[in-house]
């Protein structure tokens, strides 16, 4: 298993600011993944954070607004630009040691005003 | 397109009852399925599943997959009032590192 942390909890921001969240692994993993969950809703992937290389993004998800940083193989994080109260969500990164179980940070929750 | 569905949407008990969760999924190359636990914000893993027919259990907590029916059921025996959350089923597909999500099924165990 990987235990995952994520900073910040929650924060509230104003429309049009940036904020970055940061993702730290107790271990080296090859892939990192970066989900949003709206109120209410499943969760929906972002993005996959691979070390030494461009995050690949899902459909609907552009790198303008949301640019991802894998430095090393245990950090990463992801800005969400350009903020809007659409963008109020929790906000999710995981990864996994091997095999399909994908570990969960504690999430971010973000409020947009 | 690959896709996962969770029945019911939500459900409200009383404690001690058991309850039956259900995921189907359509997929065009199937290679596990995990179901998660989520109270707060952090899913937490419970159960991954690849074989059909094979129980897999923990305390009162059981699942199983049928791949010939596309779906998997998870099962929480003598509830209690910690087993409230949203039950997450996602599904891991070859040729890809992601998992396809499922759009939970929110459980409310009433004292």
């Known amino acids: 298993s990987a235990v995952i942390s994520q900073k910040p909890s929650r924060d509230i921001c104003q429309r049009g600011t940036s904020l970055t969240i940061q993702c730290q692994v107790d271990?080296?993993?090859?892939?990192m993944f970066w989900y949003r969950q709206q109120p209410g809703q499943s969760l929906t992937l972002i993005a996959t954070?691979?070390?030494?290389?461009?995050?690949?993004?899902e459909s609907g998800f552009v790198i303008d607004k949301f640019p991802i940083s894998r430095p090393n193989l245990t950090f990463s994080t992801l800005t969400v630009s350009n903020m809007s109260p659409e963008d109020s969500s929790i906000y999710l990164c995981?990864?996994?040691?091997?095999?399909?179980?994908?570990?969960f940070g504690p999430g971010t929750r973000l409020t947009v005003l | 397109e690959d896709k996962v569905v969770q029945s019911p949407l939500s459900l409200v008990v009383h404690e001690g009852d058991t309850v039956t969760l259900n995921c189907s999924y359509e997929?065009?190359?199937?290679?596990?399925l995990l179901w998660y636990k989520q109270e707060k914000k952090a899913p937490t893993f419970l159960f991954m599943l690849?074989?059909?027919?094979i129980e897999k259990k923990s305390g009162r907590l059981s699942s199983i997959l049928d791949k010939k029916e596309l779906s998997s059921i998870l099962n929480i025996t003598a509830t209690q009032t910690g087993d409230s959350a949203i039950y997450l089923c996602?599904?891991?597909?070859?040729?890809?590192?992601?998992?396809?999500f499922g759009q939970g099924t929110r459980l409310t165990i009433n004292p």
């Open positions: 995981s990864a996994h040691t091997g095999g399909d179980t994908q570990y």
């Open positions: 271990s080296q993993v090859t892939m």
């Open positions: 954070a691979n070390q030494g290389s461009e995050a690949t993004y």
């Open positions: 997929v065009t190359n199937f290679r596990s």
């Open positions: 690849t074989s059909s027919g």
């Open positions: 996602a599904m891991a597909i070859q040729g890809a590192q992601k998992l396809v």
